[in-house]
């Protein structure tokens, strides 16, 4: 059953690559472009996952899996940097300043830092739960595919996604307050929701990653699609004269 609703994570967040794609087609704003690596992999995250049972245990498996890992490590917290960007778009007039930009860009590459190391001391092993068959850091007793295996226990909140999930839903609350959009706000919250140990038993924490880019894609388009009206109209009222 996990195991057909992560594939139908992985159509919606395919379907939201393609939005993306789309939106910079028709406006070339850097915030849409800059979200197709991460949209990719969480199209491979569900991928992996909702297959990995049908693949099995080994090599292919674990190396997918790798990849899994490399791309949220990589790109899960360019969301950050996304968030600055859509201010811009809704025109905070102090997210145009370089220094608040930089900011944005620094905390990302913090956390990409953070996680890499993360990664880099850590061992990729088998899990087994519910219906699902896949290699993470982390595996539970009870999520432990045979008798051989040891039991490697998380040490803490995943620090990195929980900033990253912080900074989006503070920029949608300042698009709520600022320009009446309340869509990525509540996005970044159903994403923390999911995320919670009582939600993450019902595995719906990817399910809270559709909801979190669908809110940031929304505000793109929202936004990205206001600018260039407003472009527009500034064009026709000021003609270039020969």
Not at 70 to 82: D, K, M, T, V
Not at 114 to 124: G, Q
């Amino acid at each position: 059953m996990f195991s057909a609703v992560f594939l139908i994570n992985a159509v919606l967040q395919a379907l939201l690559l393609a939005w993306l794609i789309r939106i910079w087609r028709g406006t070339h704003v850097a915030a849409a472009a800059l979200l197709f690596l991460p949209q990719f992999f969480l199209v491979w995250d569900n991928l992996v996952v909702g297959t990995g049972a049908w693949i099995g245990l080994g090599q292919l498996l674990q190396w997918l899996n790798a990849a899994r890992f490399w791309g949220h490590c990589l790109f899960g917290s360019w969301l950050i940097i996304a968030s600055g960007s859509i201010l811009r778009l809704a025109d905070f007039t102090w997210a145009r300043k370089r220094w608040v930009m930089a900011v944005f860009c620094l905390l990302t590459v913090t956390i990409i830092a953070h996680e890499l190391l993360d990664f880099w001391n850590a061992s990729l092993m088998p899990v087994c739960e519910y219906d699902l068959v896949r290699y993470a850091t982390r595996v539970s007793a009870q999520h432990l595919c045979s008798s051989e295996q040891a039991v490697v226990a998380s040490d803490g909140p995943p620090i990195g996604p929980l900033v990253t999930v912080f900074v989006v839903i503070a920029t949608g609350v300042l698009l709520a307050l600022k320009r009446r959009f309340p869509w990525m706000m509540l996005g970044g919250i159903a994403m923390f929701v999911s995320a919670t140990p009582p939600m993450m038993r019902y595995k719906l924490d990817n399910l809270g990653e559709v909801a979190i880019t669908l809110g940031v894609i929304c505000a793109i388009a929202h936004f990205a699609g206001a600018a260039t009206r407003f472009n527009a109209v500034r064009a026709n009222d000021n003609p270039v004269v020969d």
